[in-house]
């Protein structure tokens, strides 16, 4: 089946630094992939979604600037958090619509970033 | 709007009895139904989907949910818990997959204990 992944899995950064999450579809092409940000013992929150060769549509109230998505190939999408502060700590999942039907929508195993 | 309630937080089950963890949603298009479980620190994973068809679908570990259309329900059922079902569950409903361009709407999820 469709698989996506993502990486890194945890991340540990200082405060003031970026970091950049990638999610790759492994074997189809997306063209679609949706952000999420997971509080703890929360719901996902979807925070934009990007599609392939153009700018990302963000969900209201995520800072743009602070969250920077790039699609810029149909196998790759990457979420990056710049200047990280501590309540940027979060789990961030990725996904993609399942392009046989079958699923839905498959997803990344998901990202732990801790900000220090 | 579009919106998926989960009206219980968390639910307490002995181990071997039933259960039961409910889901509504409003959705204005025919609603593509989901069912996700998360352990903790893990990512999703799909227990059953409603697409079409027969209203009452079978997924993995045992679990059905049962589509009710006239009260926009997904509840999910299980007739025996088992200790290793504890884990969050999450509802979420989206699009028709023709319209891939939709992300899927959460609840807010249901923690699930099981007592011995």
């Known amino acids: 089946g469709a698989v996506v992944s993502q990486h890194p899995s945890r991340v540990i950064c200082k405060s003031g630094t970026s970091v950049k999450i990638e999610c790759r579809s492994l074997?189809?092409?997306?063209?679609?992939m949706f952000w999420y940000r997971q509080f703890p013992k929360k719901s996902l929150m979807l925070m934009a979604t990007?599609?392939?060769?153009?700018?990302?549509?963000?969900e209201q109230g995520v800072e743009k600037d602070k969250f920077l998505i790039n699609h810029a190939s149909l196998t790759l999408s990457t979420l990056t958090v710049t200047s990280a502060h501590p309540e940027d700590s979060s789990f961030y999942i990725c996904s993609a619509p399942d392009p046989s039907g079958s699923l839905g929508y498959t997803f990344g195993s998901g990202t732990r970033l801790t900000v220090v | 709007a579009q919106s998926v309630t989960q009206p219980d937080i968390h639910i307490t089950v002995s181990e071997g009895a039933s259960l039961e963890l409910r889901c509504n949603y409003s959705?204005?298009?025919?609603?593509?139904l989901f069912w996700y479980v998360q352990s903790p620190g893990q990512g999703l994973q799909l227990l059953l989907k409603y697409f079409s068809g027969d209203t009452l679908v079978q997924g993995i570990k045992g679990f059905e949910a049962e589509f009710k259309r006239s009260q926009s329900s997904f509840n999910l059922r299980k007739p025996s818990v088992h200790w290793s079902d504890a884990a969050e569950y999450f509802c979420?409903?989206?699009?028709?997959?023709?319209?891939?361009?939709?992300?899927?709407?959460f609840g807010k999820g249901t923690t699930l204990s099981v007592s011995s």
């Open positions: 959705y204005g298009a025919t609603p593509y």
């Open positions: 990007s599609n392939e060769g153009s700018k990302a549509t963000y």
């Open positions: 979420a409903v989206g699009a028709h997959l023709n319209q891939a361009g939709t992300a899927l709407i």
């Open positions: 074997d189809f092409q997306a063209t679609t």
